[in-house]
């Protein structure tokens, strides 16, 4: 298999870090590539009109994007299951799972126009709305029950990929003082060994 990427990517740091804890990293072709929201990669175009990533293709050429889909298909490779397969829990999880890739996407788009749309033109109003949708999912994920020992699944990957995220790119944003939940989980979830592994700042 095959996986483009940037390694800043927390959507691709979500995938790596499933592909460790399901035991599968060693069959995937690491392919750095750099996609902005203004500059596609013919590359990575070839395989998904969107250029975005992480985009995997499969070991017969199949094309998978994006990060939940691929997650998804790494799942049906191993009889580990990082989501419930099916039932009511099922989709409770993957409910969560969209707050988490809705923080991520928010992150982003905030990123996004601190880094890509000129000085002048840029909407400072927007952007905090977008750290407003960022802050709100914290407050909702300090409420739940995440577990970051044992055999963990695609929520608490999800999460933490957040969390390292707005490390990485919001270093001023102060998500631990109100959130020690929050705070703990990712204190213990750093320890896995994949995470050191996927760190976008190694």
Known sequence: MKLYYSNASPFARKVLVAAHELGLADRIEL??????????????????PLSKIPTLVTDDGQAIYDSRVIVDYLDTLTPRALAPRSGAERFAILTELAAADGLLDAALLA??????????????????GQLDKVRRTLDHFEGLTLKAEGEVG????AVACGLGYLDFRFASEDWRTSRPKLAAFYAAFSQRPAWPITDPAR
């Open 31 to 48: 392919v750095t590539v750099t996609v902005t929201p203004t500059a596609a990669s013919a590359e990575v175009v070839a395989a998904n």
């Open 154 to 157: 695609i929520l608490e990957i």
């Open 111 to 128: 990123r996004y126009e601190q880094m890509f749309r000129p000085e002048p033109l840029r909407w400072t109003d927007w952007a905090e």
